[in-house]
């Protein structure tokens, strides 16, 4: 039998590799964790072992820390101004500790989140009170203890193995969705018994293509009787030996009328791949990440890959954006009882809104035309530089304030009034509000003729519903304007022109 068949009864002793207590097994190596009814451990780590969890894990984190974190502080007309000279945005946006940069820092604490539904950093702060360093902690070696006082501290045990006690104020806790307010819940825990099933089927998998993708049960039948127990034992360790390891595939010679016969349900009966995919749904749903994100595209289409993205926005990495935007105004910013010093923690989703090069230039366009958007705003946004004289929004010639529409209005009526007499006197109690808007009209008309470089009836009509003025004077002003290449002298003519002077 030999020795090492001695010591491969211990190391095949155990149900499953992960009950395998041999000095081979990695019993007791592993994390402690609760055992599925599949038979598999299931902790954060083992789970990162499907691809479907890695994948969603990788996918909110990435996210996470790709986003920009601005730093605002509102003004009293309700607008609000980035601070890019505060220590927190700094501390945040530049350098949180001195070993991670800002990406790589979200990217950890996120995916801690996502895992174990808490993120723990121990804060280090100057003389002055600002926070300096944000040093991440591993969850699994954080633990909460209450005190009698209602409040509560944290034990954390270090690699060494030693233990300190940082009381709350030296701690950074952001947690996920909590049932009592201190602690969040893992979302691995609490979704064991699915991704239990996952794994247990991806190690059935593995062991199956292991076995030369056959079943892995069999049994002999023998028409004569083994003279005691220890040869039968002695036959099938030996005929075990003989058909595993570098033995696995070779011709099986079976003697004094033996036959073998399999044992097991097919993978088709057992619906192996359509319990996989299913899993990868379920994984799916877990993280709340779209099935199409981690590339399952069995229902996806292209009309609702762009929904579910938008979605992806809306329901996944706001709610997190929102967790994380109210635990750092709470926790790291001090408070402020003096208006003028309060901040506001923001991220911006901008870049994963953007769309493509069709739906931003349709945006820019309507932003401009319409007034709200400047053309360097735009600019900007394409991270382009700006160009001077861009920063006026423009308005369209046809649309006015309110309360110049009705200033415009009055002058229509007393023009009306006006032509009856064959006399006409300018008012010299004009409307400061109706000149402005004249002139304004004025700029724009030049503007637009220069550019074009012809006075024709299109620009004259333009001009006689600009200004309410029967169609004749116009043309009339037509005929003596001034060059067409001297804007500023043909913006005055028609200053002049529209307040009848």
Not at 23 to 38: H, L, N
Not at 59 to 75: F, G, K, N, Q
Not at 238 to 260: D, I, P, T
């Amino acid at each position: 039998m030999g020795i090492f068949n001695f010591f491969d009864r211990f190391r095949a002793s155990g149900i499953g590799v992960q009950s395998d207590r041999s000095p081979w097994g990695d019993f007791y190596f592993e994390p402690v964790s609760a055992r599925s009814i599949s038979g598999m451990r299931v902790s954060a780590d083992s789970a990162m072992r499907l691809a479907a969890v890695y994948a969603c894990v990788r996918i909110l984190s990435e996210t996470m820390a790709s986003l920009p974190l601005v730093v605002y502080r509102p003004r009293k007309d309700g607008g609000k101004d980035r601070v890019t000279d505060h220590w927190l945005y700094q501390l945040l946006g530049k350098r949180p500790n001195r070993y991670q940069n800002p990406f790589e820092w979200r990217e950890m604490l996120q995916g801690h989140l996502a895992l174990r539904g808490n993120a723990f950093c121990q804060i280090l702060a100057n003389s002055r009170g600002e926070i300096t360093e944000l040093i991440p902690i591993h969850p699994d070696r954080v633990r909460m203890e209450l005190l009698p006082t209602g409040d509560y501290r944290y034990r954390i045990r270090d690699q060494a193995g030693s233990e300190i006690i940082l009381p709350r104020g030296e701690v950074w806790h952001l947690r996920g969705l909590s049932s009592d307010g201190l602690i969040g819940l893992s979302p691995i825990e609490l979704s064991r018994e699915s991704l239990g099933m996952a794994l247990a089927a991806q190690d059935y998998g593995a062991r199956f293509f292991s076995n030369d993708a056959k079943p892995t049960g069999g049994w002999i039948e023998f028409p004569g009787n083994f003279k005691d127990p220890e040869a039968k034992r002695v036959f099938r360790e030996s005929y075990q030996a003989a058909q595993s390891g570098s033995n696995r595939g070779k011709v099986l010679v079976l003697e004094n009328g033996m036959k073998f016969h399999e044992v097991g349900v097919t993978n088709k009966d057992a619906q192996f791949l359509e319990l996989r995919k299913f899993q990868i749904t379920d994984i799916a749903r877990l993280f709340r990440v779209p099935p199409h994100m981690i590339a399952d595209l069995d229902r996806a289409t292209f009309s609702n890959i762009e929904q579910q993205s938008l979605e992806f926005v809306m329901h996944t990495m706001t709610p997190w954006a929102e967790r994380w935007e109210a635990s750092i105004e709470a926790d790291l910013l001090p408070d402020s009882s003096n208006e003028g010093d309060a901040l506001e923690i923001e991220f911006d989703f901008a870049n994963l809104m953007r769309g493509d090069a069709a739906s931003r230039s349709a945006y820019y366009q309507s932003g401009i035309q319409n007034g709200w958007l400047t053309r360097n705003e735009a600019r900007i946004s394409e991270n382009l530089n700006p160009i001077a004289g861009l920063d006026q929004p423009l308005r369209p010639l046809n649309m006015v304030e309110e309360d110049d529409a009705e200033d415009a209005e009055d002058a229509q009526i007393e023009s009306q009034d006006s032509d009856t007499d064959p006399s006409p006197e300018p008012d010299p109690q004009l409307s400061l509000r109706l000149r402005k808007l004249v002139e304004s009209n004025a700029q724009r008309l030049a503007r637009r003729i220069c550019k074009k470089g012809a006075l024709g009836t299109n620009e004259i009509n333009l001009i006689a519903q600009t200004f309410s003025l029967p169609l004749s004077a116009v043309q009339d002003w037509a005929q003596g304007a001034p060059s067409l290449e001297d804007e500023p002298a043909l913006s005055r003519s028609l200053i002049q022109l529209g307040i009848h002077i």
